[in-house]
C-alpha cells in the first residue's frame, strides 16, 4: 500500500520560501502522475500543481504560476513544490497526492488515489 508523508511546512514571513517534500513508501512513484494540493481554513481543497510520471509535464495553478516549482526525483521515490515569494494567501494545509500508475505522461488535478496527511504552511509577519 502506497503510504505518503509531506515535510518542510512551518512559519514564513511574507515574501520568504519554503520547500515540501513529498516521500512515498510501500510501493514506487514511478508511472504516477503527484500533485500537490492545498486547504485554507473555511475553503475548499484546491489543486496546486502537478507533475506527471515523468516529470516532462507539469501544471499550476494561476495564482502560483512563476512562484512555486515542482520537482521529482523517481530514484529517491520524492517529489518536492518550492514555494518562493510566499504570500499571506498561501496559508494552508499542503497535501501531495498520487494517481494510479499509468502509460500517459501528463498530469491534471483530479484522480488521485493516495494523499499524504499533510503539512501546514503559515505565512504572516
Known amino acids: 500500500q502506497l503510504q505518503l508523508v509531506e515535510s518542510g511546512g512551518g512559519l514564513v514571513q511574507p515574501g520568504g520560501s519554503l520547500r515540501l517534500s513529498c516521500a512515498a513508501s510501500g510501493s514506487t512513484l514511478r508511472y504516477r502522475a503527484i500533485g500537490w494540493f492545498r486547504q485554507a481554513p473555511g475553503k475548499e481543497r484546491e489543486g496546486v500543481s502537478c507533475?506527471?510520471?515523468?516529470?516532462?509535464?507539469?501544471n499550476y495553478e494561476d495564482s502560483v504560476k512563476g512562484r512555486f516549482t515542482i520537482s521529482r526525483d523517481n530514484a529517491k521515490n520524492t517529489v518536492s513544490l518550492q514555494l518562493n515569494s510566499l504570500k499571506p494567501e498561501d496559508t494552508a494545509v499542503y497535501y501531495c497526492a498520487a494517481g494510479r500508475p499509468t502509460i500517459l505522461d501528463r498530469c491534471g488535478m483530479t484522480a488521485y488515489d493516495y494523499w499524504g496527511q499533510g503539512t501546514q504552511v503559515t505565512v504572516s509577519s
Open positions: 507533475i506527471s510520471f515523468s516529470g516532462g509535464s507539469t
